[in-house]
Every structure is written in structure tokens, then in C-alpha cells.
């Protein structure tokens, strides 16, 4: 991120997890009731484990913020762990295929424990609180996000591209995130049925932002491209291990002629799209079509029926260790989709409008 820059910090049985999230301009109302409804959202969603059950994430900000009121300064934002325990937390040797354990021990040479610690998912607590203060800011400007899932292991709900911000409507009542009631069904018995046989599930999800202005990125730098700007946001989330902007896939096995977005006079001299397939970005640039992306995430490594590993302090074969652990996390990764797109799309407004004060109203 250009002006925008944040840093988060904290263990996932420390005493807090925080984000610093500096480059906010002053005289943004920073509704923390809002904070509290995303950090919530991400709590939320059918499959998630004990740990769930025993947070109750709500934010404090520390500082940047006067009457309620941002100043431009640094906001510190701390989520307090409930269960807060790191020097009782249980030593563990055996490394969990498709976490960090193995990886972050032979890179570092540290315990399976102090790896674990930082590259748990809680982190991204920290990420949704900082990407509510981005999405009020984006709100000033008219714009709006909007996420759901769309598969979860081999339940596909057949929903499509999304148009309008109605096509999200009904996601946030479902236990997993899905606007579709028979696709939901569906789904939490997927989560069951993986629970019963020790498994976890990953899944497909959908985030879209209504009302960007056209002109955020830049197709003159590689890292100002605002396609690749948001695919390392997706990226940055805890399993998520794919990334499309528009149907790109499907754009990727039709001719030319099928895909592309075709230029017809829009009110007032502008332009208009008769589709989106591009999902909002053309050569790096938003075009003022909604931006769309679908993020795949792969299924939760922790299983409660383990699968081999290596225990690391006597080298023979053990069964993965096993922490408390979500079946599925998708409809949660979806709230963090939303706010890593808030925060890219917020750097980038902030980019194209002059970094020192709030951007003004919807053009
Ligand atoms: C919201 C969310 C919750 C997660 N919950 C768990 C969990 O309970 N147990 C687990 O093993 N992994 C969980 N994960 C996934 C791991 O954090 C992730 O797989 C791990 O950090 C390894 O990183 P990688 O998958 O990107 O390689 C979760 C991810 C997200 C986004």
C-alpha cells in the first residue's frame, strides 16, 4: 500500500492482537460499533471451533482518535484474547501438514509452538478491525463491499457474477455466508458430514465493491497494478491459495469476442459497460465497474483424524498434532476478503485523491 500502511502483531494465545493503521486523515467518524459488527461477522459461521465460543472480539482504539473523531495520526487498534494462556500453552513436536509448523521450524528453528502462535488465522481479527476503519472511509466516497460464499468443498451454489449489491443480499443471515437457503443447506450438511469423519473443508468466495471510482492503480508500475495489488491482499489470508478478478477462468477458455466489456454512451457524456467481465479492472486501472474477485481456500489443516507426519524430537512417524480447530472457516475468510479488499481499494482512493484529507462524496 502507498499511503495506507499497516502492521499487525500478536499471538493467537497472547494477551492481544493488535493492527497499527497509519495514514487514516483526520475527520473520519470512527463508528466502533461497526468494528464490532465485522469482528463479530468473522467470528461467526457454521463449522467454526471452541475457540469461537470463548472470544468475544470487540476493539479498543488507543490512539488517533479524539471525540470519536480520527486525527490523522496512528490508529492502534487492540483485540483482547480471552484465552489468553501463551507461556501454559502446550509444547508440540509433531508438524501439521499444511501449516506453517514445518516450514517455520526449519526456517527459524523455533518450536512448533512459537511458529503456530503468529501464523494463526487469529491474526486476521486484527486485519478485519483495520479493514472496518478502510470500509468507513470507503463508505464517504459511496462505496460499497459486499462478500458471500459460493462453494464449500463440493457444494457449489451456482451463483454467478454478481451485477447488482441485491445479488449479496441474504449473506449475512446465513450460517455460512451464502445467500442461497437450499445451497446453505447443503452446505452446513457438508460441514457435518466432514466433522463426523475427523475432515475440514475449504471453499470459494465472492467479494465485490460497489461504486469504485474509475482511475484507482495505475497501469505505468508493476506494484500499482490494482488487479495485482488486490490478488497479494487475497493471497496474504491464512489459506487462501487462489485469486480471480471477473470470471476470469471461465473468460480464460471463450474467444475474445465473448469476454470483453463493450463501450456504449453512459448519462452525461460518459461511458458504459454492457457486461463486467473484467471484473472492474482494465489494464491495472478500475473502469468504474464493480470490482469483483472469488478467492479460493483450501481446507483447514488441523484434523481431528491426523494425517502422518514426523515427530520432530525423536525423528519417527506420529500421527499431526491436533489444537482446537475449525472444521471449515470459509464463511469467516469471507469477512476477510472484505477487509483486505477495503484496505487496498481505501490506499488506493486515498492515492488518487489527495492523501491529507478525507475524499470527498460519490462521484
Ligand atoms: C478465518 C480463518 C480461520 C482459520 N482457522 C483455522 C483453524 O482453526 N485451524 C487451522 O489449522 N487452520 C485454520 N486456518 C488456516 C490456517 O491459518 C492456514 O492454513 C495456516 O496459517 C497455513 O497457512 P497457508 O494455508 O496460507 O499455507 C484459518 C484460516 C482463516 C482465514
Known amino acids: 500500500m502507498r499511503i495506507l500502511r499497516l502492521l499487525t502483531a500478536g499471538e493467537s494465545h497472547g494477551p492481544a ?63 483482547e484474547n480471552r484465552d489468553s494462556r501463551l507461556d501454559e500453552t502446550p509444547e508440540l513436536t509433531v508438524p501439521r501438514p499444511g501449516h506453517a509448523d514445518l516450514a517455520g521450524h526449519i526456517k527459524y528453528g523455533i518450536g512448533i ?42 457444494v457449489d451454489s ?7 449489491p441485491e445479488d449479496f443480499a441474504g449473506a449475512d443471515e446465513s450460517e455460512m455466508r451464502c445467500p442461497d437457503d437450499d445451497a446453505t443447506t447443503r452446505m452446513k450438511e457438508a460441514v457435518d458430514r466432514a466433522r463426523e469423519n475427523g475432515d475440514s473443508l475449504g471453499g470459494i468466495f465472492q467479494v465485490a465493491a460497489f461504486g469504485v471510482p474509475p482511475g484507482l492503480g495505475s497501469h505505468v508500475q508493476w506494484d500499482r497494478r490494482a488487479d495485482a495489488v488486490i490478488a497479494h491482499a487475497f493471497m496474504s489470508i491464512p489459506a487462501i491459495k487462489g485469486v480471480e478478478i471477473g470470471p476470469a477462468f471461465a473468460n480464460a477458455r471463450l474467444p475474445g469476442s465473448s469476454v470483453h466489456d463493450e463501450i456504449v454512451p453512459g ?74 479488499l477495503a484496505l487496498v481499494l481505501a490506499d488506493m482512493l486515498l492515492e488518487r485523491t489527495g492523501d491529507d484529507r478525507l475524499p470527498k462524496g460519490p462521484r
Open 17 to 79: 492482537v493488535s493492527a497499527l493503521l497509519d495514514g487514516i486523515p483526520p475527520g473520519l467518524v470512527l463508528d466502533e460499533s461497526h468494528v464490532n459488527r465485522r469482528l463479530a461477522m468473522r467470528q461467526g459461521g457454521y463449522g467454526r471451533g471452541g475457540r469461537q465460543q470463548i472470544e468475544h472480539d470487540t476493539v479498543k482504539v488507543l490512539s488517533g482518535v479524539r471525540k470519536g473523531v480520527t486525527t490523522g495520526a496512528p490508529l492502534l487498534l487492540v483485540i
Open 113 to 154: 509452538r512459537e511458529v503456530l502462535e503468529r501464523a494463526s488465522a487469529r491474526d486476521t481479527a486484527a486485519r478485519v478491525a483495520a479493514g472496518a476503519v478502510a470500509e468507513l472511509l470507503l463508505q464517504r466516497a459511496g462505496c460499497r463491499i459486499f462478500g458471500r460464499v459460493t462453494a464449500l468443498g463440493d
Open 158 to 164: 451456482g451463483l454467478a457474477f454478481p451485477a447488482v
Open 267 to 340: 448519462g452525461g457524456g460518459g461511458y458504459r459497460r454492457l457486461s463486467n467481465r473484467a471484473g472492474g479492472i482494465e489494464g491495472g486501472i478500475t473502469n468504474g465497474e464493480p470490482v469483483v474477485v472469488c478467492a479460493a481456500m483450501k481446507p483447514i489443516p488441523t484434523l481431528a483424524a491426523p494425517l502422518k507426519s514426523i515427530d520432530i524430537s525423536t525423528g519417527e512417524e506420529a500421527p499431526a498434532s491436533r489444537e482446537r480447530a475449525d472444521v471449515t472457516a470459509v464463511p469467516a475468510a469471507v469477512v476477510v476478503g472484505e477487509a483486505m
